[in-house]
T-cell receptor
Framework: GDSVTQMEGPVTLSEEAFLTINCTYTATGYPSLFWYVQYPGEGLQLLLK?????DKGSNKGFEATYRKETTSFHLEKGSVQVSDSAVYFCALSELNNDMRFGAGTRLTVKP | DVKVTQSSRYLVKRTGEKVFLECVQD?????MFWYRQDPGLGLRLIYF???????EKGDIPEGYSVSREKKERFSLILESASTNQTSMYLCASSGTSGRREQYFGPGTRLTVT
């Protein structure tokens, strides 16, 4: 079945460092791909998405490109801030409405 | 903006109690979902519903049931709470277009003692 694997955390960075969180997927069809963010004590919020190969999703300085050849959707940000500290989830969805989530990666950004 | 609300942010119950978790969405979404979130395990789907009075089991339905009497409301029921059901419970909803994103509520942290 469909699945998502993302890099294990926790990840600790200094402010203004470059961020990469790796995400790879396994799917039978042509899924849409998502990154969600969960701030402490809150539910998940959609951060960005991509619906087809080579699409780039972007929001709040974060980017991820749908790479069909490597089945990947890595999250990147050029310069992280303390306020980016959160848990990040990679997810995929196919036409059957089911959404599969990775285990989550906790990011801590230190001033 | 889509708004998904959950009846409680924090809940403490005793073993054996019947527990109701309520979720309401205001965007006329057809699909609603209940997940539990545990450290290191990500989100696991308990039940989902594509329409009023309709329900489907997810990956971990044991010990849970659901009710969807109205389109905007989806309830999760723990018939007899146990300590291994201590967790964060998240409700989500989505519309009918293909491969659609889900919108989440703030979560209910349930502790069963």
């Amino acid at each position: 079945g469909d699945s998502v694997t993302q890099m294990e955390g926790p990840v600790t960075l200094s402010e203004e460092a470059f961020l990469t969180i790796n995400c790879t997927y396994t799917a039978t069809g042509y899924p849409s791909l998502f990154w969600y963010v969960q701030y402490p004590g809150e539910g998940l919020q959609l951060l960005l998405k991509a619906t087809k190969a080579d699409d780039k999703g972007s929001n709040k300085g974060f980017e991820a490109t749908y790479r069909k050849e490597t089945t990947s959707f890595h999250l990147e940000k050029g310069s992280v801030q303390v306020s980016d500290s959160a848990v990040y989830f990679c997810a995929l969805s196919e036409l059957n409405n089911d959404m599969r989530f990775g285990a989550g990666t906790r990011l801590t950004v230190k001033p | 903006d889509v708004k998904v609300t959950q009846s409680s942010r924090y809940l403490v119950k005793r073993t054996g109690e019947k527990v109701f978790l309520e979720c309401v969405q205001d965007m006329d979404h057809e699909n609603m979902f209940w997940y539990r979130q545990d450290p290191g395990l990500g989100l696991r789907l308990i039940y989902f519903s594509y329409d009023v009075k309709m329900k489907e089991k997810g990956d971990i339905p044991e010990g849970y049931s659901v009710s969807r009497e109205k389109k905007e409301r989806f309830s999760l029921i723990l018939e007899s709470a146990s300590t291994n059901q201590t967790s964060m419970y998240l409700c989500a909803s989505s519309g009918t277009s293909g491969r659609r994103e889900q919108y989440f509520g703030p979560g209910t942290r349930l502790t069963v003692t």
